[in-house]
């Protein structure tokens, strides 16, 4: 599954004044460069001001994912990703509702085949107002930046909802140690069936 590629803009600058320079442009200095305020949060906290608006799937599906982040619909779902943390939501057909034995025995090893270095540490039943999902967390490594080839090693949980022969995966990932339990926490207790 291609995913989690980072924008990470460690050479925007040299681009820029690489650009300038090709073309005779003056290149600013960067001493003359004003610094910025110093990050309030770790990177990849989403902040406790965050709004959360009401995303609805036409796979029959809605959930409240952040106001602004950047959204990429698919035919089997959506992503949502701003910086280093995202929402990846995709539906597929399953025969009946997966439990913490079946998702261990099956899911788990996909899931370790499929995303880099996963580490698992828990794979539970999780009683929601959607209904019974099974929540995996693990942590793993994010794609190679395109440019800079940097990994982040980062934390994820994922859930798993079922209906009707629908298999909902709501994925929530961010840098290891951000700090995003309670907006997790909101997301996945938004989650409903339409």
Do not use: H
């Not at 990849?44 to 952040?66: H, M, N, R, W």
């Amino acid at each position: 599954m291609a995913r989690k590629f980072r924008g990470l803009n460690e050479a925007a600058p040299f681009a820029l004044a690489l650009c300038l320079a090709l073309t005779g442009a003056a290149v600013p200095t960067l001493a003359a460069e004003k610094p910025v305020a110093a990050e309030k949060n770790r990177p990849g906290d989403i902040p406790d001001t965050q709004v959360f608006i009401d995303y609805s799937a036409p796979q029959g599906f809605a959930l409240k994912v952040p106001e602004g982040w950047a959204r990429t619909d698919r035919a089997d779902g959506a992503s949502f990703v701003d910086k280093l943390d995202g929402v990846v939501v995709t539906v597929s057909k399953a025969d009946a509702a997966p439990t913490a034995a079946t998702a261990k025995a099956t899911y788990v090893p996909e899931l370790e085949k499929t995303e880099r270095a996963v580490k698992v540490t828990a794979v539970k039943s999780a009683n929601l107002p959607a209904g019974k999902a099974v929540r995996i967390v693990y942590t793993s490594n994010s794609e190679p930046n395109a440019v800079t080839s940097r990994q982040v090693r980062l934390e994820n949980e994922r859930y798993l909802f079922f209906k009707d022969g629908k298999l909902v995966t709501l994925e929530l990932y961010a840098p290891k140690g951000a700090d995003n339990v309670d907006q997790w926490q909101l997301m996945s207790k938004s989650f409903r069936w339409k």
